[in-house]
């Protein structure tokens, strides 16, 4: 067996994957604030928002409001979600350093979530990748899908690495490889990881796991013996997909920052901070946490 990474950055999603799913329309305010607990956390990157069209995803409308309040602390990236043209320019406007760009392995949900094909989806972010290298903005690429669609079922490992190696070969520094809808399994998650891996360095991954069959913290862990250093969380396992149905939220940030502390793998981000981040957004939304780790730190408390 491979040794582990001896740290790992947390792509925390919450306030984009989280908060997009949600029925309620979180407040602008109420977003600003709880972004900026997460900022004190110790976090590295935070996903503030997504450029997408109100009319698919009304939760994200305010985004350039938001990223317009929230305090950016130094050290700290926030990309938001472009998914065209239209979405760079507003990204531009709003001063952002940061963008992630949303391809899927799967032509039919490619075309649900963003109304194109594949190959149009990447040809739609080929001036969007010029735009960024242009203004010096970091760009970091999505492939939906990896290990099942809604839509269409199994996805084939080999589809997943011809998305995820388009969109490397355009420029994204780092792929992170989505588990949209949570059916992925261990052994599954190796096979296709493997196939990811003969073109692009686990350097340049990363893995982003929904947890609707509560498979993702064993997923993580075959994904970190496959030399992945970078997981995408959601606190209190906030998200989903508005595009994807049944699927359920994103890891919990919580749960994962406890398996990797009690595995001694550094993420320099304070579990206790994230928490208190969860009961705030957990309050707003008039919701639980779905983090098993919240929950236990707090009965504990
Ligand atoms: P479309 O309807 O085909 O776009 O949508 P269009 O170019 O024909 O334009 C139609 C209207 O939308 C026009 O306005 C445009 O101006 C406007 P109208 O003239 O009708 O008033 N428009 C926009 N407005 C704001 N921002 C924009 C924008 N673009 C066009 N960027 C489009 C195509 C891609 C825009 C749409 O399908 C869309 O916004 N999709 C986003 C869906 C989405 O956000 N899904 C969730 C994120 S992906 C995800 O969650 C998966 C992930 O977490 C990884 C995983 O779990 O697998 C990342
Ligand atoms: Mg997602």
């Known amino acids: 067996m491979s040794a582990y ?35 004190e956390s110790g976090l590295q990157t935070i996903e503030a928002g997504a450029f997408v069209s109100p ?11 938001v990223y317009a309040a929230i305090n950016k ?3 700290v990236s926030y990309p938001v979600l472009v998914p065209n043209e239209r ?23 490619s075309k649900k979530n963003i109304n194109c094909s594949m190959d149009e989806s990447l040809d739609r972010f080929r001036p ?27 996805i084939k490992p ?7 190696t388009a969109l490397h070969d355009m420029g994204c520094y780092e792929i992170s490889l989505g588990d949209t809808i949570g059916t992925g399994t261990p052994v599954k998650t190796r096979t296709m990881l493997q196939e990811v891996k003969k073109d692009i360095s686990p350097a340049a991954l990363a893995v ?39 699927a359920s939220g994103n890891v919990a940030t919580e749960d994962v920052l406890y398996m990797l502390g009690g595995m001694g793998i550094a993420t320099g981000v304070d ?31």
């Open 5 to 39: 990474p001896k740290s790992v950055r947390i792509v925390e999603v919450g306030p984009r994957d989280g908060l997009q799913n949600e029925l309620m329309v979180v407040p602008t305010d109420k977003k600003v604030q709880f972004i900026d607990m997460l900022s």
């Open 208 to 246: 982003h796991f929904h947890d609707t069959y509560g498979q993702a913290l064993a997923n993580i862990l075959v994904a970190l013996e496959e030399g992945i250093a970078v997981v995408d969380s959601a606190t209190s396992g906030l998200g989903g997909c508005p595009y994807a149905q049944g």
């Open 158 to 164: 080999e589809a997943v690495a011809k998305t995820a």
């Open 271 to 301: 579990i206790a901070k994230i928490a208190a981040a969860g009961r705030f957004i957990g309050e707003t939304l008039g919701h639980a946490t779905s983090s098993k780790a919240a929950k236990a730190l707090a009965a504990k408390a």
């Open 87 to 109: 979405g760079m320019e507003s990204a531009l406007k709003a001063g952002v350093k940061e963008i992630a760009v949303f391809a899927a392995a799967s032509e039919t949900f």
């Open 128 to 154: 969007v990748m010029e735009t960024a290298k242009r203004n010096g903005i970091k760009v970091r690429g999505y492939v939906s899908c990896v290990l099942g669609c809604p839509y269409e079922g199994e």
């Open 55 to 65: 009319k698919w995803v009304p939760q994200m409308a305010d985004t350039d409001k």
């Open 73 to 75: 602390k130094a050290g």
